[in-house]
């Protein structure tokens, strides 16, 4: 449960909502901070809802790694290039896979010209007595938004050509990508080697878990993420962990956020508060339409370009305001956890997320399949 109030003024212990230059209004209060029982947990996922896990990582047991991501991600803010960074210590020593006679042997880096997010592509290849076993893996740098007072970073594991290959379909390299995270962000292990997670996600997937795709975030002051879904072929859902700092999230399955929009839209309450983002009255017009048709709106939805929506679901506080009220809302502090099933377009949890610290924070986003 979720004890999260909004308010549009400043509020006793209150943090504010501010992405990309927005303010979204203010936030306090607390979830309930009891993990839920394994049923409870396999029902919510089973019934797309996202669940938060406080206090399942002892971050501390994880502190000097948590203290060099923070290194590189200041390193990379500087202008520093995270290859340069990766060849030297301790990068250089954690490459190597530990006693095994394989290791990651940099494959040089590349920048997309045509992607202003991207800052590096590091690539990497696995060596074992001299013989190439896995090629063309990345760690790839990047900025999570195109706006310039948001300072937030991630870095995306994967291989090969980036949405163009099916990675479902090569599990091998798909796991060899997965240990590129483990060896440069040995945090990692917090989640994939913590009983208390694997016990719960494997009740969930109906198997041992295999952490694929991942993301290391470091959501910023006046950044983090608008809302979303992280639906990819082959993957279940997504678990997040707050390794430091602290977020808050909205998060909400498809079907219940097109609910949310038709009831926002259709009650004439609203009507000042969607004005304030469409002052167009064709774009109102257009949003009404939409909202007369779930089918419509599903696809719109899913549409790259949906600013007429984004301009609702992202840049009102009203709206804002009602899914905390509604209680979508979720608080993340160090070593908590929250899981996001992902099981197909229709049924996905949309997820926005919004830093509330004055510096950044880590965060590890892995996506989730049934081990093979």
Avoid at 78 to 89: C, H, L, N, R
Avoid at 154 to 165: A, C, K, N, P, V
Wanted: glycine share 6%; aromatic share 8%; hydrophobic share 40%.
């Amino acid at each position: 449960m979720t004890g999260i109030r909004w308010s549009d003024k400043p509020m006793s212990n209150g943090r504010a909502l501010l992405r990309r230059g927005l303010h979204l209004g203010f936030v306090a209060g607390e979830n309930d901070q009891s993990t839920p029982e394994s049923d409870a947990i396999v029902e919510a996922w089973c019934n797309h809802r996202a669940i938060h896990l406080p206090a399942i990582i002892n971050v501390s047991a994880f502190q000097t790694a948590i203290e060099q991501a923070h290194t590189l991600m200041e390193q990379v803010l500087d202008g520093e290039s995270p290859a340069d960074v990766f060849e030297a210590s301790p990068y250089a020593e954690w490459l190597k896979l530990g006693q095994s006679e394989a290791a990651f042997v940099p494959a040089g880096a590349i920048h997309d010209e045509a992607d202003p997010q991207e800052i590096e592509k590091v690539l990497f290849d696995v060596e074992k007595k001299g013989t190439a076993i896995a090629e063309d893996l990345w760690c790839k740098a990047s900025w999570l938004s195109y706006h310039e007072e948001d300072a937030s970073l991630r870095f995306r594991f994967s291989f090969g050509m980036e949405g163009h290959e099916d990675v479902a379909s090569q599990p091998e390299r798909q796991r060899w990508a997965a240990s590129l995270c483990d060896a440069l962000f040995p945090e990692s292990q917090a989640l994939t080697a913590n009983p208390a997670i694997l016990k719960l996600l494997h009740d969930v997937l109906g198997g041992n878990p295999a952490f694929v795709e991942r993301i290391v975030y470091f959501n910023a002051p006046n950044g983090g993420a608008q809302l979303h879904h992280d639906v990819e072929r082959g993957h279940a859902g997504v678990i997040y962990a707050q390794m430091s700092g602290n977020t808050v999230w909205l998060a909400l399955d498809k079907q219940t956020l097109i609910d949310e929009i038709v009831v926002f839209v259709n009650d004439s309450v609203h009507a000042e508060a969607v004005e304030q983002v469409l002052p167009s009255a064709d774009d109102r017009a257009a949003l009404q339409t939409l909202a007369g048709n779930r089918h419509k709106l599903s696809d719109f939805l899913e549409e790259f370009d949906h600013e007429l929506i984004e301009a609702l679901i992202d840049h009102s506080p009203e709206f804002t305001a009602r899914l905390v009220e509604q209680g979508y809302a979720h608080m993340l502090q160090p070593g908590d956890a929250i899981l996001l099933p992902q099981h197909d377009l229709e049924t996905c949890v949309w997820h926005s997320v919004f830093c509330l610290d004055d510096e950044p924070g880590e965060g590890l986003s892995f996506a989730l399949r049934k081990s093979s």
